[in-house]
């Protein structure tokens, strides 16, 4: 399991164990975080699982592609450090990453 932690925009912080190979969006719709709402299923066709990578995790996380940076185009309060959930799969490189999640969006 991958340890994942999810800050809500008031500070409330989730810790949630993933199994490799979901998106970190499955991860916390299976563990109920909320803000996390994934309306499109993690199809990258809204911007419902938006979240902000930790400085520390954005290198491992990676860059998005061309599909996501249009989705993410929507989501409000938009910054450098913005990805879809749904389009950063767990991998055991990512045991302990720190995502946090938009105001709008607690």
Known sequence: ??????IEHDGTA???DAEEGQ???EAAVRHMVPGIDADCGGACACATCHV???EAW????G????M???MLDFAQEKQENSRLSCQI???KELDGLVVRLPEFQG
Request: glycine content about 0%; overall charge negative; aromatic content about 6%.
């Open 1 to 6: 399991m991958v340890k994942i932690t999810y």
């Open 14 to 16: 989730h810790d949630i």
């Open 23 to 25: 998106s970190v969006m």
């Open 52 to 54: 902000f990578v930790d």
């Open 58 to 61: 954005r290198e491992k996380t």
């Open 63 to 66: 860059t998005p592609e061309a």
């Open 68 to 70: 996501e940076e249009s």
């Open 89 to 91: 799969k767990v991998s």
